[in-house]
T-cell receptor
Framework: RKEVEQDPGPFNVPEGATVAFNCTYS??????FFWYRQDCRKEPKLLMS???SGNEDGRFTAQLNRASQYISLLIRDSKLSDSATYLC????????????FGKGTRLHILP | DVKVTQSSRYLVKRTGEKVFLECVQD?????MFWYRQDPGLGLRLIYF???????EKGDIPEGYSVSREKKERFSLILESASTNQTSMYLC?????????????FGSGTRLTVV
């Protein structure tokens, strides 16, 4: 099983809809979780950190489910500008500090 | 704003050439990283550095080396470029250890080896 897995998509979603995608991780020692956004042919940029209690930033909500070992990203009232690839990032802070990027989920918001 | 600047946006090199990819950051970050990104494989760490003259292998260091002579500059070297090194190369820097929420990425160098 891959250490971090994401559905590659694409998710084709009409503007204004709500969309959610998950990222599963296999190592229970993982400690920190993040969502990055990457636009086509651009570099990744931090979208939000994912806290144990969940967190919300405007239309975006991120949640962590440690029992089932996944994180989720929910986008409400989607905009055309939300079209991008969303990378899940999992971090383990042990002797072998490890950061693993998921391969990303492509999202297309349709007008 | 932190800026991480990669010297070339697009590069085409021949098989067997020695290739230098340069990365400069202007915020006095201690940590710098080189990743490559390929379709279906995601971002993979090649090398990283926590200090001047210090380097650590990442997950896929084979065929690469790095140089960090100054704090602000981290160079990735392809000793003898091969076609399987055609990829998007991303440099990143951060201040606080290896925490990825402190990463700033450069805009990437798309390298084609022919």
């Amino acid at each position: 099983r891959k250490e971090v897995e994401q559905d590659p998509g694409p998710f084709n979603v009409p503007e204004g809809a709500t969309v959610a995608f998950n990222c599963t991780y296999s190592n229970s020692a993982s400690q920190s979780f993040f969502w990055y956004r990457q636009d086509c042919r651009k570099e990744p940029k931090l979208l939000m950190s994912v806290y144990s209690s969940g967190n919300e930033d405007g239309r975006f909500t991120a949640q962590l489910n440690r029992a089932s070992q996944y994180i989720s990203l929910l986008i409400r009232d989607s905009k055309l500008s939300d079209s991008a690839t969303y990378l899940c990032v999992v971090m383990r802070l042990n002797r072998d500090d490890k950061i693993i990027f998921g391969k990303g989920t492509r999202l297309h918001i349709l007008p | 704003d932190v800026k991480v600047t990669q010297s070339s946006r697009y590069l085409v090199k021949r098989t067997g050439e020695k290739v230098f990819l340069e990365c400069v950051q202007d915020m006095d970050h201690e940590n710098m990283f080189w990743y490559r990104q390929d379709p279906g494989l995601g971002l993979r760490l090649i090398y990283f550095s926590y200090d001047v003259k210090m380097k650590e292998k990442g997950d896929i260091p084979e065929g690469y080396s790095v140089s960090r002579e100054k704090k602000e500059r981290f160079s990735l070297i392809l000793e003898s470029a091969s076609t399987n090194q055609t990829s998007m190369y991303l440099c990143a820097s951060s201040r606080t250890g290896h925490r990825v929420d402190g990463y700033t990425f450069g805009s990437g160098t798309r390298l084609t080896v022919v």
